[in-house]
């Protein structure tokens, strides 16, 4: 679009199409509204919607037979969800579920898929996209693996804030830990530690990013990696 797309959407594949693009999505694009724990799509399903976030976070993740899940990224309104559209089949093992409440709108996979074989605009940024939570998730694998829970808290937090656009949200150490694969009272003294230090606070299931270049600071290479792809790539 020649930006008028920005009065009707925040998200950044949608308010970047041309005119010509944007004008043949925007009858199929329907506003919805998320709650926070809503799941997008479930793994082993084949996509029912393709998101694109106005407001809100959504977890990407994978899960173990014995109910483990693993995080992979964050999805905000840099991105979409429901990329699984592009294929005509597959073995679909990832799951997609609200961190927070949001908005956006859906497109069905039908719509998707055709605008996406074009290959000219909504192609390009998809792919782009893609290639930013690729390297979000293989980055993130590899923090888990090498770092410590602090570190790992840290990078998590920064992304969280980011894709948020906010410093302080409702979120627990249980759902944290959920998502970083580890203990509970792992997550608790990690984030204890970062309190002392003054970076963070946290009561009654909220967290607040009380010094940002600080944290960023504590952080390891992992969430610049991280960054610097999303800003190259999904931006």
């Known amino acids: 679009m020649t930006k008028n797309s920005e009065r009707v959407s925040r998200n950044a594949i949608l308010s970047s199409l041309s005119s010509t693009e944007f004008d043949r999505l925007i009858p199929h694009l329907k506003e919805v509204s998320l709650r926070r724990g809503q799941v997008l799509h479930e793994s082993g399903d084949p996509a029912r919607d393709v998101y694109f976030l106005d407001e809100g976070v959504a977890a990407i993740s994978v899960s173990s037979e014995e109910g483990r899940e693993v995080g992979l990224s964050i999805v905000g309104d840099e991105s979409l969800v429901g990329e699984r559209a592009m294929y005509k089949e ?29 290959g ?19 980055q993130t694998a590899m923090c888990n693996q090498v770092h410590s829970i602090e570190q790992r808290l840290v ?19 249980e759902e944290i830990a959920e998502f970083l694969s580890v203990r509970r009272v ?23 990013i009380t010094d940002y270049e600080g944290l960023n600071r504590r952080a390891c290479e992992c969430y610049g990696i991280i960054k610097e792809a999303v800003d190259t790539f999904a931006s």
């Open 155 to 173: 990078r998590w937090l920064l992304v969280f804030s980011d894709r948020l656009h906010q410093k302080e949200f409702e979120l627990t150490q």
């Open 90 to 118: 597959g073995v679909f093992v990832i799951r997609c579920a609200m961190l927070t409440e949001g908005k956006g709108f859906t497109l069905s996979p039908k719509v998707f898929s055709e605008e996406f074989e074009r």
């Open 186 to 208: 792992g997550v608790s003294e990690a984030a204890g530690e970062l309190r002392k230090s003054g970076l963070i606070d946290y009561s009654r299931g909220t967290i607040s």
């Open 120 to 138: 000219k605009e909504l192609h390009d940024k998809v792919l782009n996209c893609m290639e930013a939570r690729m390297t979000e998730s293989a």
